[in-house]
C-alpha cells in the first residue's frame, strides 16, 4: 500500500498534473509571502500606523469584491490553463515593476498601495480558473482534500518565505525580496505547461458572458446551503481573518518587535495550517464535514481572543500556531463546500463567489480593525470582533443546530445550459 493511500489528506499527489501545479504554486507563494512581509515591514515601519497597515493588505483584496463574478465566468469561459498562465505573467509583470523602483531607491507608500490594487485584481480575475483547475485534476469525493492541500501549499509558503524575507531584509533589503517574487511567477508557467488541459464538453453551450455571471449568482442564491456557506464566510473574513493582516502592527507595536518577530508569527502561523492539512482528511472521516466546520467555527473565535491576549512572543508565535490549522480547517471546508454543490461548469463562478466574499470580508475588516486600533488600541478592538463572530456563532446554531448540511454533489439539480432553456 502506497503512502499517498495510508494519510488520505494525500490522495490527491496521486492524480497526473496535480502535484505539478500544487509544486509551481507553491514556489510561487514562496516568492509571495517573501514580498508581503517586506512591504509589510516597510509600511509599518514608515507611517507608524496600523490604519496604513491595514489598507495596503484591504486594497489588494478589494478588487475581489467587483471583479471576482467576471473571473469565475471568465475562467469557466475559457481554457482555465492558458487563462491562468496569463495571470501569471501579469502578476510577474506587476512584481518587476516593484523590484525595479526598489532598486532604484524609488517605493513609497502610494506606490505600494497602487501595484497592490493592480495585483489583486489580477489575481481576482484569473484565481478561479486555477482553482476550477485544481478541481479538474481530482474525482469529486476529493475535492475537500485537493482544497486543503492547495491551502497547505499556500501555508507551506507562508512558513518558508517570511524566512527567507527576515534573512533578505537583514542582509541587503526589500529589492532582493521583491525580486524574488518576480521570478517564481515562472514556476507557475513550468507547471502549467505540464497539464493536459481537459476537452469542454461539446454539449455544454457557451452561454453569453453577463448571462454566465447572472447564472453563477442565481445558483447561490437559490441554494440554501451555499448561501449560508458565503454568509459565514463574510463574517470569518471581516471579524477574525485580519489577524492575518495585522501581524506586522501586533508584533511591532504590541509585543515590542520587530522583522523577525513579524516573520515569526507568520511562519508559525503556516506550520499549523500545513500540520492541519495533513489531518483534515482523518478528521472529516472521524467526524464529518459538517460537524467539522461546526466545530471549526466554534473554536476559531476562542483560538483568535486567546492570540490577542498573548503577552510575549513566544506565546503569541504558540497560539498563532493553532489559530493557523484551524483557520485552514474552517476555510477549505467552507471553499470546498461551495464547489461540490454545482457541476464542473460553474465550479469556477461558484469559487468566484467564495473569493468575493471572502475578499469584501476581509478587505473591509482588516482596514477597519486597523484604524479602531490606531485609536482605541489593537488588543481591545480584536477582542471584540473574537467575541462577536463567537455570539453569531453560538446564536446560529441554537437557532439553526444543523446549519450545513452534509455536501453532496448537486450534478443533477443545475442542469447544463443550452440554448433554449434560459
Known amino acids: 500500500m502506497s503512502s499517498t493511500h495510508r494519510l488520505a489528506s494525500l490522495r490527491p499527489f496521486e492524480h497526473p498534473g496535480y502535484f505539478a501545479v500544487w509544486m509551481g504554486a ?49 475562467a469557466d469561459r475559457f481554457d482555465r490553463r492558458a487563462y491562468a498562465a496569463l ?11 516593484l523590484t525595479v523602483l526598489a532598486f532604484r531607491g524609488q517605493l513609497s507608500v502610494p506606490v505600494i498601495g497602487l501595484i497592490s490594487f493592480l495585483s489583486g485584481c489580477v489575481s481576482t480575475l484569473t484565481y478561479p480558473a486555477f482553482g476550477a483547475l485544481l478541481a479538474e485534476l481530482v474525482p469529486p469525493d476529493e475535492l475537500h482534500l485537493s482544497t486543503s492541500l492547495n491551502s497547505a501549499q499556500f501555508n507551506l509558503g507562508r512558513i518558508l518565505g517570511p524566512t527567507l524575507a527576515a534573512l533578505t531584509l537583514q542582509v541587503s533589503g526589500p529589492a532582493w525580496a521583491l525580486l524574488a517574487n518576480t521570478l517564481s511567477f515562472f514556476a507557475v508557467l513550468v507547471a502549467l505547461s ?11 453551450k457557451r452561454e453569453p458572458l453577463w448571462a454566465g455571471i447572472r447564472r453563477g449568482v442565481t445558483v447561490a442564491r437559490d441554494d440554501e446551503d451555499i448561501s449560508l456557506v458565503l454568509v459565514a464566510t463574510f463574517f470569518v473574513a471581516a471579524l477574525v481573518a485580519p489577524f492575518i493582516g495585522l501581524v506586522p502592527v501586533f508584533a511591532i507595536r504590541e509585543l515590542g518587535q520587530g522583522a523577525a518577530a513579524t516573520s515569526l508569527l507568520v511562519t508559525c502561523q503556516g506550520a499549523g495550517a500545513v500540520t492541519a492539512a495533513l489531518g483534515v482528511g482523518t478528521l472529516a472521516e472521524t467526524f464529518g464535514q459538517r460537524r467539522l466546520r461546526g466545530y471549526a467555527a466554534t473554536s476559531i473565535a476562542v483560538l483568535s481572543g486567546i492570540y490577542w491576549l498573548a503577552p ?24 470546498a463546500s461551495c464547489q461540490n454543490r454545482v457541476p464542473r461548469e460553474l465550479q469556477a463562478r461558484m469559487g468566484s463567489l467564495y473569493s468575493m466574499v471572502l475578499g469584501a470580508g476581509y478587505s473591509l475588516g482588516v482596514w477597519f480593525q486597523g484604524a479602531l486600533a490606531d485609536r482605541a488600541g489593537l488588543r481591545f478592538v480584536a477582542l471584540s470582533t473574537s467575541a462577536i463572530f463567537l455570539a453569531l456563532v453560538l446564536t446560529t446554531r441554537m437557532l439553526r443546530p444543523a446549519p450545513f448540511e452534509n455536501v453532496r454533489l448537486a450534478q443533477a439539480e443545475v442542469q447544463p445550459f443550452s440554448d433554449g432553456s434560459h
Not at 27 to 39: H, K, P, Y
Open 87 to 97: 495571470g501569471a505573467v501579469l502578476q510577474a509583470a506587476l512584481a518587476g515593476i
Open 312 to 335: 510575549t512572543l513566544q506565546v503569541a508565535a504558540v497560539c498563532i500556531f493553532f489559530l493557523g490549522a484551524n483557520y485552514l480547517v474552517l476555510m477549505s471546508s467552507l471553499s
Open 26 to 74: 507553491l514556489i510561487s507563494n514562496i516568492g509571495t509571502w517573501m514580498e508581503t512581509v517586506a512591504m509589510g515591514v516597510y509600511v509599518t515601519q514608515t507611517t507608524g500606523r496600523a490604519e496604513s497597515t491595514g489598507a495596503i493588505v484591504a486594497l489588494s483584496f478589494l478588487p475581489a469584491v467587483i471583479l471576482a463574478p467576471l473571473g469565475g465566468a471568465l
Open 194 to 204: 505540464r497539464v493536459v488541459p481537459r476537452p469542454r464538453d461539446p454539449a455544454v
